[in-house]
């Protein structure tokens, strides 16, 4: 539901309104809910896709989604994490020898220490991120302030 006309001009082009912000590999994102108007006289102003709302500048259209157009987030099912059980592995050791309990042991050991090691790496990546996040952060507080 975009405007079909803006102050009794038609629009002749509806775009994808481009976010200012870039993702961390360069490329553009555009807003779901709002849209660029392209103007038969040549000029350009957003509208909100959810009703005839129009402004020239992208920040009241953000805030008229805000205000006319809110709704709840949907709570995303937290799933995994440390927190979850799992249940006990139970093992038969009364026909075992000393031997096969510890390459048993050794065995899960391993297999324990390869999970260890690929969480340590996520860490390490999402740790990473976080703290060029964070100096971007910083940089545009800067210009800002």
């Known amino acids: 539901m975009t405007a079909e006309h803006v102050n009794g001009v038609k629009v002749i082009d509806v775009l994808l309104a481009e976010s200012p912000v870039k993702t ?13 108007l392209v103007l038969e006289d040549g000029s350009t102003v957003y509208g909100c896709t959810e009703c005839d709302y129009t402004d020239s500048a992208l ?15 949907v709570p995303r099912k937290v799933t995994g994490g440390a ?10 050791v009364a026909g075992l020898s000393v031997a096969d309990l510890l390459n048993s042991a050794a065995t899960q050991i391993e297999a324990l220490n390869d999970a260890l090691q690929r969480v340590a790496e ?15 952060m910083a940089k545009l507080k800067g210009l800002l302030s």
């Open 122 to 136: 996520d860490r390490n990546t999402w740790k990473a991120r976080a703290l060029k996040a964070e100096r971007a």
């Open 83 to 92: 927190r979850r059980s799992r249940p006990a592995a139970t093992v038969d």
């Open 59 to 73: 920040g009241r259209i953000r805030s008229h989604l805000s205000r006319e157009h809110w709704t709840r987030p």
């Open 24 to 36: 961390p590999t360069g490329r553009t994102i555009h807003f779901k809910r709002m849209v660029e």
